[in-house]
């Protein structure tokens, strides 16, 4: 079965440090790959595409990297602000016309 | 610029009563989506309308869902006779071409809808 997983546990960073986030997924062949953030109460926002002829994105302090032979994707927020606490969601297209989400991971940046 | 706009932010109803839940998208997108989020869980597609062409209407998880949009505005999600299972935050996003999925997704910040 298709399958989009990110950790369920809270990344719990210092201020500063560079958070790393996993998506992994199982039965998709993606064309592109995207990050949105999560803030509660509020629908997610776009932040980064990558395509699948593309090994690394960067916009800023996010980098985000997609290997198709391992179907993963990485998300990074170098030098990580208290700004940056929220659920970050990875998102695959397939078929013509979808997207597929996962269920997001939660970033804690400490003062 | 607005953004996506929905209405109404929250809905408390009946169990067996029916809601319309509103979607006004951003002017000139093209595609339209619906989703549906549960608590703690990811977005769940529901349906998606592409200019004229006919709405994939795949993911409405029963007879009791229906979507309307006019044209490339406004877009309406009815839930008839609904059931505490259909307790959840709505969530509605446009973009410039929904054909390839080169675009990004623009949210509303959803309808939270709860069903005693």
């Known amino acids: 079965s298709q399958k989009i997983e990110q950790n369920s546990e809270a990344l719990n960073i210092q201020e500063g440090k560079t958070a790393t986030l996993t998506c992994n997924y199982t039965n998709y062949s993606p064309a592109y790959l995207q990050w949105y953030r999560q803030d509660p109460g509020r629908g997610p926002v776009f932040l980064l595409l990558?395509?699948?002829?593309?090994k690394e994105k960067r916009k800023e302090r996010l980098k985000v990297t997609f290997d198709t032979t391992l179907k993963q994707s990485l998300f990074h927020i170098t030098a990580s602000q208290p700004a940056d606490s929220a659920t970050y969601l990875c998102?695959?297209?397939?078929?013509?016309?979808?997207?597929?989400f996962g269920k997001g991971n939660q970033v804690v940046v400490i003062p | 610029g607005a953004g996506v706009s929905q209405s109404p932010s929250n809905k408390v109803t009946e169990k067996g009563k029916d809601v319309e839940l509103r979607c006004d998208p951003i002017s000139g997108h093209t595609a339209l989506y619906w989703y549906r989020q549960r608590l703690g869980q990811g977005l769940e597609f529901l349906i998606y309308f592409q200019g004229n062409s006919a709405p994939d209407k795949s993911g409405l998880p029963s007879d009791r869902f229906s979507a309307e949009r006019t044209g490339e505005s406004v877009s309406t999600l009815t839930i008839q006779r609904t059931q505490q299972e259909d307790s959840a935050v709505y969530l509605c996003a446009s973009s410039l071409s929904g054909t390839g999925l080169n675009q990004p997704q623009h949210f509303g910040d959803g309808t939270r809808l709860s069903i005693l």
């Open positions: 990558i395509r699948e002829n593309e």
């Open positions: 998102a695959l297209t397939y078929g013509n016309n979808r997207l597929a």
